[in-house]
């Protein structure tokens, strides 16, 4: 098992997945009160949001065949600009076609990194989603979810199946849905012109509260754990480092569980996929995790 983490200081982005023993916390502080008052209309009171940060931690365990290269998972966590947070899942159909699915995942997140700070992103994930697929030359194609925090808000923006949970108090109070084709086919951005685009992405903004929980994650995690479990695991866990770590197992462990009824076995049959008739006569369902990559990302929002 092993965390990869990526670091987008390094200069060769394709190269930057690296590997630890010891996830990482990062510190992302809400930088840009001030200017955000600054532009507030003057016949209006501004909004007297608390500043807030986020204390984060992230844990990928990949597809056991895919352990060597490190998974097909992106994912990038700044701590400029308020805090941005990247994940992407190159799909794996291009294998097939003898394209390393990595690639596109890879540049993609690196390129969110290159553009993080520059100003005609103006805290607009769905733009950032923009230039960095713009900027991806590699081909292949990747589901992606980009979240910026801002004033205390999160704005989220997510093509595909990757996904986002915030609990608070217990309670799990918001959810992406996923986009999907067809069964086992999300949205995705691709180096084709017929995929979509950041236009196809669904936009989301929510009022962050100190004490909230974000959890941001690829289909690995989501197809694996239902959301009640998110909950108890993330209320069992006050750090966020050992959360994305329990998360990330509970996940695995689930995805090759061949009889535990996952979300994705529960999907999976609601869509009419499941065993031959004759094993129904004998009370069989189709069951089991699937296996996959796993990428974890849990914070916690912060007084600043
Ligand atoms: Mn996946």
Known sequence: MAVSIF???????????????????????????????????????????????LSVGMYLIPHPNKVEKGGEDAFFVSSDNGGVIAVADGVSGWAEKN??????????????????????????????????????????????????????????????????????????????????????????????????????????????????????GTDGLFDNVFDKEIVSVVTEHDDVSNAAKALADLARNHSVDTKFDSPFSLEARARGFDVPWWKKVFGMKLTGGKLDDITVIVGKVKST
């Open 99 to 216: 394209v390393d699915p990595a690639l596109f995942s890879r540049e993609f997140v690196a390129n969110v990194s290159s553009l993080v700070g520059n100003g005609e992103v103006n805290y607009d994930p769905r733009i950032l989603i923009k230039g960095a697929h713009a900027a991806t030359s590699s081909t292949g194609s990747a589901t992606v979810i980009v979240s910026i925090l801002e004033n205390g808000i999160l704005k989220i923006a997510s093509v595909g199946d990757c996904g986002l949970r915030i609990i608070r108090k217990g309670q799990m109070i918001f959810s992406t849905f996923p986009l999907e084709h067809y069964f086992d086919c999300p949205y995705q951005l691709s180096s084709e012109a017929v995929t979509q685009t950041y236009l196809d992405a669904i936009v989301s903004t929510v009022d962050l509260q100190v004490g909230d929980t974000i959890i941001i």
């Open 7 to 53: 670091r987008p200081s390094v200069s060769h982005p394709q190269n930057s997945l690296y590997s630890t023993n010891s996830p990482k916390i990062s510190s992302i502080s809400d930088r840009k009160r001030k200017s955000f008052l600054h532009c507030a209309s003057s016949d209006s009171a501004p909004p007297t949001r608390q500043e807030v940060s």
